[in-house]
């Protein structure tokens, strides 16, 4: 497993940026509300890693959320497990395949952008960022309009 990072040419090779509006297209009739806060312009790119024989993964990195979303250039996104401690020295980690995009954006918590981008305010519905959870549906991690009390749920 090699690292690439852009540089002047791959800086405008559309390539780098085609995975993260694959997942923009994906997301368009997306019945969820936070996924409406999915922006490309949101993320920047952290690098591609190089695996022979295996598709190439491009690392975006969420401006705002400073959360990962890792994808192949037809993308298929995928999650890092990183060495365990006893793991030998030139042992970097591996990617694995998301079992499906949903769990992978989900990861990125663009749940609470309202707290972090400006211009999101109103869907805060007058909560602090120490209330958040608040609107957050457990059941969905999707941001709900009304908030959620803890008695709606069976323990």
């Excluded at 780098?16 to 009739?29: D, T």
């Amino acid at each position: 497993m090699r690292m690439q990072f852009l540089d002047d040419v791959t800086a405008n090779d559309p390539a780098w940026a085609e995975p993260i509006f694959s997942v923009q297209r994906a997301l368009e009739h997306s019945t969820f509300l936070a996924d409406r806060f999915f922006e490309p312009r949101d993320f920047l790119h952290r690098g591609k890693v190089l695996r022979s024989g295996r598709p190439d993964i491009f690392l975006f990195q969420h401006f705002y959320t400073r959360r990962y979303i890792n994808l192949d250039a037809s993308g298929h996104a995928y999650r890092y497990l990183p060495p365990k401690p006893d793991a030998r020295p030139e042992y970097l980690g591996q990617y694995r395949p998301h079992s499906d995009l949903r769990h992978a954006v989900d990861n990125l918590g663009l749940w609470e952008m309202p707290w972090m981008k400006p211009g999101l305010e109103e869907y805060r519905q007058g909560l602090p960022w120490s209330e958040r959870y608040q609107l957050q549906n457990l059941d969905t991690g999707d941001l709900c309009l009304v908030p959620q009390t803890w008695d709606m749920y069976e323990w």
